[in-house]
């Protein structure tokens, strides 16, 4: 095995001779355990042990030996450093006793040392001792590399005979060659092993191999002077190794310049490691860096590649390409390479299923394609920006941009070893014909041309003149970012690693193509995507990056010299439509369809994909499937148009499914379709992200007739549905930042929102539309007339009622964003969209429910499923028994005989989670089944309301946003493997609503309940105040920190976040917001206000119940707010009513209708007493709830449970009660604090196990609060309130929970009850 290479070529060398064995042990044994021992204390010093001076001491003890009465000198490597040394003549000057070599590793070992002296040891007190320690480390190293150096010279020169001195050199170069791999010029250690070793040592090579040897001396970190001259032989001087002279630039601070170029040795040494699959250790060397020590700015101490990427060193982002970085991607240039290449290293995000070669071509092509380039742009750009005031900085700062992009490993190699972007352009010149005879390619040329003019314009203050070269330096380090993307794009079949480089190329170039056209960019985002780029228009990947860049290259705004990427490809010829048309204007307003609507922008490219669906359908009416199959898979009709209006593409509409897992992740309908289709993130056994393209083609691929007829039908209702609403949030996201946004880009961005609303309109209706017309269109225009014949009395020439409401919309939308410039008025601007576009996604569904209910009164099982599959996945978050029970008899199985009438009762039950109506959805006409009336409903889990329905039901869906958050949270984590997205959008969610009204409403988002100001009104508020240190919005505190992963959440994984945003949500928010709501409602009363004050108590319920639980009496076991947790905890601590409700529901449902006939009554005194009695019994589900997860908790450390553990809820919960319980008994809730909240997300066992300890505070602090405690009740034997405990009861209650509950519901869905059993 390699790694017992010590002990394979020792035993070996044995057999040759015993002192070749022994010098063996010493040069491989014994220098790499001392190497060993130097690393163990540099980790022990980061560690802050005080013992770790016992490996420096060890490490000493190896080099020196144990000297003995005949051997003064140890006979370790001490003694083979004098012994060889003075053959070199390095004795120094200063103390002949010793040699050169031995002095400075000697010194360096006691400068280790007294860092670990008794009376200071600075690991334990002074946390950047370490860095002191490594560049001593590092020294050491250094300085015996060159003994090895020294050694392999010796055995090369010294006179010995011939067999003899092949055996010593092949022994010292077994030694020393290792150490110059890690220089990265891999070619020229093949050529000297081959000499030295494969080929055995020939004299007559020795003046090449010292010459080779030599070009190495640099890197490895000692010079000539170090080495010295053999007896009489010249050695080299340092000036030979050409410090001073990169490629033909020459760095007016040698010294320094060469330092920072080596910074590609760490490239090196990242890769390398990464290829053995160590990765923690070239994650150390990434982040905390090895090869630049700065020693002229103590500050900064060691440099690394990451602290490149956080400008640590000069900070400067004043310029272009940053900024286009950071309105690209929203982040800057620095955090997406880390972003990256921690990915990689961790394997994690879009990396997680990538092989080990993949993950380590993307982190060395993040290297050289982003950080190599914006690190070097940064300093020539602060060069630029110093030349006036201060020169010498300049000058130092635009010699380190040319190191940034050359490095050390370039200069005097003529091979493409390099690590840095220079070298890109070299490895790259072949495939493209721009290889050069010097410098490797024509733009390396052409740069090391730029950079001397820059170095001379800064010496002589020519300001003005540098400003203009950096144009022409950016302008060439874009060709070997191309160049590089166009490569692995072409070899993306052939090379298994390049799908990832390529991706990481992509991301190098994108900022630029889009600032050329958005067009060309986001095919380029799509194709190059990995782990699989989107190759949907029927092109290869390299065809699809072709068309793009020809676009952008050939844009008279661009900078780039086109001619410079590639002599072997005609990309840079003048693009020629076939029918040689005239370019279109893509700023030309679009009369869609004789004036349906009128777009700001140009759209026919995108109305024009109603042909494709028209030729899919000709052609599955001529039974020619294939054709149909080349249309839908490739596109025929919907052209794509680069910025300046040229053709580079042509639109599919299998692209809208299976581009969608990338391009909609971050949208609100695309998380509810996904998440409800999802079978184990399936979809009829393939990706539910590209569920449409998967039934489609099933379609396609069906025998049946009754099966392949419905394609178009299915291309309209899956693919260009969801395409529209993807365009409106698109709209919206773009109507947002172009308020938020720089000012650069807010023009772009409200433009942008403008496109996306036309886009959606194009989609909708179609090219060739007429108004009314169900027979001329092909889009969903059409399909919505066509269908609304069955459900309204439409009079000639009339347009459907739903039709003229959506078009309505889409007209406000238009008005908002493009005429009135309503997208950057004011920050909040944008809200007004939201809700123009919250209201167009659920009227677009109408015509899809008017479908399927027409296909199920005529028993039309195709359509029936196709239409369940088209809308039924929009209901998903709204009441799971209810979709998950249409899903089974709609969508997993096929139609059959169904009681229609139920099915419709079940989907009408969940019309008011969408804002949905019986009015706007309608009855078919001639058949009653789907008749309803809006007026009749007026109960939340058998709660009568009093006041205005809509108003309650608007506030009730508190509960859908909670559930809507959490879909987006589990999708993150499970289907797009990227949770911090999902962690936005949900973020999103919380601020501004899902479905929750956000203007012109009494109920804003839950984080206005979160924040309100009329908490004043809650006695208890005070409270809470004391308790969370005078922040008034706790609990939005501890939510903004939950979803960006700050304070205790910096160190919680993504399920324990989701988790606990679930749970504040649900309870701590609405435990709040429902006291506010009474208390209100009192002060109403006492000022005569009774309408407000019986608004204010339904509001209350609302809150307490959701609109999940449905009308029926008791709910549906469906819900997530308090009352669920009531009728949850009920069945673990026997305090459910004998309706299967739990008896604190029961009391509490009871006081809000006394509080009802209190208000009526005017009794506002009475009120007042019913409000503090629905106070204190709200209580009781959260101090159950507390109880529970300690209990649970406990059981998970002692091993008696299979379950994860309830440490967020208990988090949270706790919390929810902790102030109240602070009031009453602040021991008690020290008590509680210490096992629930102390520690998160990391508690440990004895703290976080102590059950008992939160059962007997909650006990003793009951008794100062108004809290009935019989209502809490007993959990395994154990009551809350009489002090009887049975320790072995409780350790017993969990393993009995889930039987208990399910013998309590035995009538329920399994599915349902086993839901309930925790407190998730």
Same mark, same amino acid.
């Given at each position: ?1219 109240? +319980?602070? *009031? /009453? %008994?602040?021991?008690? !809730?020290? @008590?509680?604090?210490? =096992? ?5 997300? #990391? ?14 505070? +909650?006990? *003793? /602090? %009951?008794?100062?609060? !108004?809290? @009935?405690?019989?209502? =809490? ?5 154990? #009551? ?17 929970? /889930? ?22």
């Amino acid at each position: 095995p390699a790694h017992h290479y010590a002990d394979t070529i020792t035993s070996d060398a044995f057999k040759t001779s015993v002192e070749l064995g022994c010098q063996s042990i010493k040069i491989l044994n014994i220098w790499m355990w001392f190497a060993h021992k130097l690393n163990e204390a540099v980790k022990g010093c980061d560690k802050g042990r005080s013992d770790a001076y016992t490996s420096i001491d060890e490490a000493a003890a190896l080099w020196l030996g144990n000297p003995t009465p005949s051997n003064d000198v140890g006979g370790l490597l001490f003694e083979m450093t004098e012994s060889i040394g003075r053959m070199f003549n390095s004795v120094d000057e200063d103390n002949s006793e010793m040699v050169h070599l031995n002095r400075q590793i000697i010194n360096r070992l006691l400068f280790a040392q007294e860092i670990f002296s008794d009376d200071k040891n600075r690991c334990a007190s002074d946390p950047d001792t370490v860095d002191d320690l490594r560049i001593i480390v590092k020294e050491i190293f250094s300085f015996t590399s060159a003994v090895l150096a020294q050694g392999l010279i010796h055995s090369m020169l010294d006179q010995r005979d011939e067999k003899e001195k092949r055996e010593y050199v092949e022994l010292f170069s077994f030694a020393f060659l290792p150490l110059l791999n890690t220089c990265g010029r891999g070619e020229e250690f093949d050529i000297l092993y081959d000499m030295l070793v494969i080929k055995k040592f020939d004299e007559a090579d020795t003046d090449d191999v010292l010459n080779a040897i030599q070009n190495f001396y640099n890197c490895l970190g000692f010079t000539c002077d170090d080495i010295g001259n053999y007896g009489l032989r010249p050695g080299c001087t340092d000036s030979d190794l050409s410090l001073d002279n990169m490629m033909g630039y020459s760095p007016v601070n040698s010294t320094k310049t060469n330092m920072l170029a080596k910074l590609d040795l760490d490239a090196v040494a990242i890769v390398q490691l990464m290829s053995i699959e160590n990765y923690d250790l070239a994650r150390d060397i990434y982040v905390n860096g090895y090869s630049y020590y700065d020693y002229d700015n103590a500050e900064y101490g060691f440099v690394s590649l990451y602290d490149l990427t956080q400008s640590a060193t000069i900070g400067y982002d004043d310029f272009t390409t940053y900024k286009l970085f950071q309105d690209y991607f929203q982040q800057s240039p620095g955090d997406l390479a880390d972003e990256t290449i921690t990915n990689a290293l961790d394997q994690q995000s879009n990396f997680v299923n990538a092989s080990g070669p993949q993950r380590l071509e993307a982190v060395k092509t993040v290297i050289s394609n982003i950080i190599s380039y914006v690190s070097s742009l940064e300093a020539f750009h602060f060069a630029v920006d110093q030349c006036n005031s201060n020169s010498e900085t300049a000058i130092t700062a635009w010699d380190g941009g040319v190191a940034l992009i050359i490095g050390s490993i370039e200069s005097g190699s003529p091979n493409n070893d390099g690590y840095f972007l220079y070298a890109t352009s070299k490895a790259m010149c072949d495939d493209f014909a721009t290889c050069a005879e010097e410098n490797g390619s024509y733009a390396n040329n052409q740069l090391i041309q730029r950079f001397t003019q820059g170095q001379k314009q800064i010496t002589e203050k020519s300001c003005s003149n540098v400003q203009q070269t950096l144009e022409a330096i950016e302008s060439l380090l874009a060709i070997p970012l191309i160049q590089s993307m166009l490569y692995y794009a072409d070899k993306d079949s052939q090379i298994e690693t390049a799908g990832a480089a390529g991706y990481v190329s992509s991301l190098a170039v994108l900022p630029i193509i889009d600032s050329l056209d958005t067009e060309s960019s986001n095919m380029v985002e799509n194709a190059m995507s990995f782990p699989s780029g989107s190759q949907t228009s029927g092109q290869s990947k390299i065809e699809i990056i072709y068309g793009a860049l020809k676009s952008v290259l050939t844009d008279p705004s661009s900078f780039i010299d086109c001619e410079l990427i590639s002599n072997a490809h005609p990309l840079c010829d003048d693009i020629q439509d076939p029918n040689n048309a005239i370019p279109v204007d893509v700023d030309e307003p679009t009369t869609i369809s004789h004036g349906l609507y009128i777009a700001k922008n140009y759209v026919d490219d995108r109305s024009a994909i109603a042909k494709d669906v028209e030729e899919i359908q000709d052609f599955v009416d001529s039974k020619d499937i294939e054709g149909a199959k080349l249309v839908y898979k490739h596109g025929s009709n919907s052209k794509i148009y680069s910025k300046n209006g040229m053709p580079i593409g042509i639109r599919s509409i299998s692209s809208f499914s299976l581009q969608a897992g990338s391009e909609m992740q971050k949208d609100p309908t695309y998380n509810m379709f996904v998440y409800g289709l999802s079978d184990e993130n399936d979809f009829l056994g393939k990706s539910v992200l590209n569920y449409a393209d998967t039934f489609v083609n099933s379609l396609f691929e069906s025998s049946e007739r009754r099966w392949t007829s419905l394609a178009s039908e299915a291309v309209v209702a899956l693919h260009i549905w969801m395409q529209v609403a993807h365009k409106l949030h698109a709209a919206y996201d773009a109507c947002k930042l172009s308020k938020n946004a720089s000012e650069r880009r807010s023009v772009i961005e409200s433009s942008d929102a403008s496109l996306f609303l036309d886009e959606a309109a194009a989609y909708w209706i179609g090219d060739n539309q007429s108004t009314g017309s169900s027979s001329q269109g092909h889009l969903l225009y059409a399909l919505t007339e066509k269908i609304g014949e069955q459900f309204e009395n439409i009079s000639a020439g009339s347009q459907s009622a739903v039709n003229s409401r959506i078009i309505d919309l889409f007209n406000q939308a238009k008005n908002h964003i493009a005429i009135t410039n309503g997208c950057s008025t004011s920050q909040d601007a944008h809200l007004e969209l939201r809700s123009i576009v919250g209201n167009l996604i659920p009227m677009m569904a109408v015509p899809l429910l008017r479908c399927l209910y027409y296909y199920l009164s005529i028993g039309d099982a195709e359509r029936v499923k196709l239409y369940a599959i088209s809308v039924l996945p929009v209901f998903s978050h709204c009441s799971p028994s209810s979709y998950l029970e249409l899903k089974n008899d709609l969508i997993d199985h096929d139609f059959n005989e169904v009681d229609k009438e139920y099915i419709f009762f079940k989907i009408r039950s969940m019309y008011d989670c969408l804002g949905l109506s019986c009015d706007v959805v309608g009855s078919l006409l001639g058949d009653d089944f789907a008749f309803c009336d809006d007026s009749s409903m007026k109960a939340l889990a058998g709660y009568f309301f009093r006041t205005d329905r809509s108003g309650v039901i608007e506030a009730s869906r508190i509960d859908v946003d909670t559930r809507a958050i959490d879909i987006f949270i589990n999708n993150g984590m499970y289907l797009f493997q990227d949770s911090e997205v999902a962690f936005a959008a949900s973020f999103e969610c919380y601020k501004y609503g899902h479905n929750i009204a956000v203007t012109g409403s009494n109920h804003g988002p839950l984080q206005s309940l979160a924040t309100s100001s009329d908490r004043d009104v809650v006695p208890a508020f005070s409270a809470f105040r004391r308790y969370f240190k005078d922040d008034d919005d706790y609990a939005d505190s501890i939510l903004v920190d939950a979803f960006i992963g700050n304070g205790v959440f910096e160190n919680a994984n993504a399920d324990e976040r989701r988790r606990a945003i679930a749970f504040i949500l649900r309870y701590m928010v609405t435990h709040m917001s429902i006291q506010e709501k009474i208390h209100t409602a009192v002060e109403y009363c006492k000022s005569n206000d009774f309408d407000n004050a019986a608004s204010a108590l339904d509001s209350a319920v609302a809150y307490l119940i959701g609109s999940i639980e449905g009308e029926e009496d008791g709910g549906s076991y469906d819900g997530n707010l308090i009352y669920m947790l009531a009728k949850r905890m009920c069945v673990h601590f026997g305090t459910c009513a004998a309706t299967n409700n739990a008896q604190v529901n029961e009391h509490i449902i009871s006081l809000f209708y006394a509080g009802q006939g209190e208000v009526e009554a005017g009794a506002c005194g009475s009120l007042s007493k019913t409000v503090n009695k629905i106070d204190a019994a709200l209580l009781v589900p959260l101090i159950q709830g507390v109880i529970f997860a300690s209990l649970e908790n406990e059981l998970y450390f002692e091993a008696r449970t299979t379950s994860e553990g309830l440490f967020p809820e208990g988090y949270v919960l706790s919390q929810s009660i902790l102030p109240i +319980i602070n *009031d /009453a %008994l602040p021991s008690a !809730a020290k @008590d509680i604090q210490s =096992v629930m909240v102390d520690g998160f997300p #990391n508690q440990t066992s004895p703290a976080a196990a102590n059950h008992m300890k939160v059962i007997l505070a +909650i006990r *003793d /602090a %009951l008794r100062y609060t !108004a809290v @009935d405690c019989d209502q =809490v009740g007993s959990i395994a034997g154990v #009551n809350v309130c009489t002090g009887a405990f049975d320790a072995s009861e409780v350790r017993k209650s969990t393993s009995r929970s /889930a039987s208990l509950f399910l013998s309590a519901f035995p009538t329920l869905a399994a599915t349902t009850a086993l839901a309930l059993v925790t407190l998730r």
